[in-house]
């Protein structure tokens, strides 16, 4: 009986100190974990951006962002996943990136990535998936869902502790 008891002190003991490690870099861990896959997927789409053709042309944007000509939405889509890309690597100015990236993450949403026509739940959530399959017209917006759930942790709990962002709270405070 007193062997368990030692037994059950020592693992509480263990997990405490497991629980305790897991806290302490709960604010710096996850959050750059966040930022740099952030940072990867929209600096990739950005490079592609500039390295590629505009096919913006061939878009319909939603209100206001039709009001712009294509190779400036090109242009402004590019800026901001690059320049953002940077930003979330580092850590810096993350909340105003992360909603920036939200808002194109949201025009591309509408533009591309949502169904044509949808009268039914049960249709738009067919378009819950990765891939569009060509000309079914229901859409594939799961990824650039899963990118705005992603940025969520990052407007609300900021850059974390490894982050530019911490640094200068910090030097300014």
Same mark, same amino acid.
């Given at each position: 009986?007193?062997?368990?008891?030692?037994?059950? $002190?020592? *693992?509480?003991?263990?997990?405490?100190? +497991?629980?305790?490690?897991?806290?302490?870099?709960?604010?710096?861990?996850?959050?750059?974990?966040?930022?740099?896959?952030?940072?990867?997927?929209?600096?990739? *789409?950005?490079?592609?951006?500039?390295?590629? $053709?505009?096919?913006?042309?061939?878009?319909?944007? !939603?209100?206001?962002?039709?009001?712009? !000509?294509?190779?400036? *939405?090109?242009?402004?889509?590019?800026?901001?996943?690059?320049?953002?890309?940077?930003?979330?690597?580092?850590?810096?100015?993350?909340?105003?990136? *992360?909603?920036?990236?939200?808002?194109? $993450?949201? +025009?591309?949403?509408?533009?591309?990535?949502?169904?044509?026509?949808? @009268? $039914?739940?049960?249709?738009?959530?067919? @378009?819950?998936?990765?891939?569009?399959?060509?000309?079914?017209?229901?859409?594939?917006?799961?990824?650039?869902?899963?990118?705005?759930?992603?940025?969520?942790?990052? +407007?609300?709990?900021?850059?974390?502790?490894?982050?530019?962002?911490?640094?200068?709270?910090?030097?300014?405070?």
């Amino acid at each position: 009986m007193y062997i368990y008891s030692v037994a059950a $002190t020592i *693992s509480l003991n263990l997990y405490k100190k +497991v629980i305790n490690c897991l806290n302490f870099f709960s604010s710096s861990i996850p959050p750059l974990f966040l930022r740099l896959l952030l940072a990867w997927e929209f600096g990739e *789409s950005g490079f592609e951006k500039l390295n590629g $053709t505009n096919w913006f042309a061939d878009l319909t944007f !939603p209100f206001p962002f039709n009001l712009l !000509p294509p190779d400036i *939405s090109w242009g402004v889509s590019t800026v901001f996943e690059i320049v953002g890309a940077f930003a979330l690597a580092f850590g810096i100015a993350t909340r105003f990136f *992360s909603m920036s990236l939200i808002v194109l $993450t949201l +025009v591309a949403i509408a533009t591309v990535h949502w169904p044509e026509q949808w @009268g $039914t739940l049960s249709d738009l959530i067919k @378009g819950y998936r990765i891939a569009d399959e060509e000309g079914d017209g229901f859409g594939n917006y799961k990824l650039p869902l899963i990118y705005i759930v992603m940025f969520l942790p990052l +407007v609300f709990g900021g850059a974390g502790k490894l982050s530019l962002d911490q640094l200068i709270k910090h030097k300014f405070n």
